[in-house]
Each structure stands twice: as structure tokens, then as C-alpha cells.
């Protein structure tokens, strides 16, 4: 399944798929990206993170690619777990350098066992 | 380590109260933010400091006080409880800001102005 960023905050997707969750950003200034997840009543929790002068970053069942010429940001979830059913943000430096982050609105995964 | 705490959990205040968030870290990171959640929306920066004695005001910060006078603490003074200060308030931490690594979050206050 796939979701086209902040249009669509929901993503359904079937126990043992891949996730792609995307979200757009408007500032071509960024230069740091980093994914969160939040776990209902929780604090967000960090997931992975990509420098604008990379394209691609593999965790451990998670990738996240940047896509500067169209300023898209993806975290793809490899073999989708239970556990894996939170809100999932983005969030960016808008200005280079060391700045505080702007966190996107977030997306739901609900994981169909 | 504890990480990063915060109390309380849960509160109601009436309009016009007073109250202060605690939020404390041992985790000896010079950084520390305060920002708020709004139920379905994601996280608005409302203050930060980069070092005891140091703080700047982030995205939403009319209604809001912080302070920072240790390593240690931080917290966030709401003078004159308003409705539309109703949201869960998650302090964080980290070694810089962003590009210096990740952020890490207390378990949240849920905070509700009747």
C-alpha cells in the first residue's frame, strides 16, 4: 500500500506486506529529514533519519528515501508488523544548519493481521 | 536512566488558572523543546533552550513561559488558561538541534482548560 502524504493520513496495509508511507515538503532549504513514530498515548519515538546530501537510508526493516528534485521524503516498512500500527511523522530543518524541526500533520498505519 | 519525565500525566484546569509542566532529563543534553500536540495534528514547537540560561521562542509561543536554569529541568509555565491551550505537551531533548542527531521525547501531559 501506499500513501500519497498528508492527502491520505490513513494507510491500511496487511501483516507481512511492505509500508510506504511519503510526505511532501516545501522548503528546497532543508536539509535534514527524520521520520518518528508515535504509538497511541505515547511520546513520538525516532525511526530513521537522511542528510539532504544522500538520497537513500536503510535501518533495520526501514528505508527512507529523499527525492530533492521533487522534495519528497518516503519511509518504506519492510514485512509490516502489529507493532508496527502508529503515527508516522516527517519532519525537516527549514533552514540549513542547525534549527529547530517542523513536524508534518503525520500518517496512520494500521497493520491488518 | 529515567530519560526524559514529566508530570504531570493528566490535568484539568479551569479558565484563567495557572499551572506549570515539569520536565526533567537525565540524559545530560544541552538541548530542550517543548512542544504541543492538537488532537489528529502533528507536534508545534513552542519554546527551546541550548543551554541553561538560553531560551528562544518556537512556533506558538503567545500564552507560554519557560525557564532554564539547570541542565536538568525545564519547564513551561501557562499563565491564564485558555480552551485553546487543550493539548497533549510532549518535552524533548537532544545533543543540538536539528542535523545533531534525534529527539527524545517525554511521555507527554495531557492538559484540558474547561
Known amino acids: 500500500g501506499e500513501s500519497v502524504g498528508l492527502h491520505l493520513p490513513t494507510l491500511s496495509v496487511q501483516e507481512g506486506d511492505n509500508s510506504i508511507i511519503n510526505c511532501a515538503y516545501s522548503?528546497?532549504?532543508?536539509?535534514?529529514f527524520i521520520w518518528y513514530k508515535q504509538e497511541s498515548g505515547k511520546g513520538p519515538q525516532f525511526i530513521i533519519d537522511i542528510r539532504s546530501n544522500m538520497d537513500k537510508r536503510q535501518g533495520q526493516r526501514v528505508t527512507v528515501l529523499l527525492n530533492k528534485t521533487v522534495k519528497h521524503l518516503s519511509l518504506q516498512i519492510a514485512a509490516t508488523q502489529p507493532g508496527d500500527s502508529a503515527v508516522y511523522f516527517c519532519?525537516?530543518?527549514?533552514?540549513?544548519?542547525?534549527?529547530?524541526?517542523?513536524f508534518g500533520k503525520g500518517t496512520r498505519l494500521s497493520v491488518i493481521a | 536512566n529515567a530519560g526524559v519525565t514529566q508530570t504531570p500525566k493528566f490535568r484539568i484546569l479551569k479558565i484563567g488558572q495557572s499551572m506549570t509542566l515539569q520536565c526533567a532529563q537525565d540524559m545530560n543534553h544541552n538541548y530542550m523543546y517543548w512542544y504541543r500536540q492538537d488532537p489528529g495534528m502533528g507536534l508545534k514547537l513552542i519554546y527551546y533552550?541550548?543551554?541553561?540560561?538560553?531560551?528562544d521562542k518556537g512556533e506558538v509561543p503567545n500564552g507560554y513561559n519557560v525557564s532554564r536554569s539547570t541542565t536538568e529541568d525545564f519547564p513551561l509555565r501557562l499563565e491564564l488558561a485558555a480552551p485553546s491551550q487543550t493539548s497533549v505537551y510532549f518535552c524533548a531533548t537532544g545533543k543540538g538541534l536539528a542535523g545533531v542527531g534525534e529527539q527524545f521525547f517525554g511521555p507527554g501531559t495531557r492538559l484540558t482548560v474547561l
Open positions: 519532519a525537516e530543518n527549514t533552514r540549513p544548519g542547525n534549527t529547530p524541526l517542523v
Open positions: 533552550s541550548v543551554g541553561a540560561g538560553i531560551t
Open positions: 522548503n528546497s532549504a532543508s536539509d535534514y
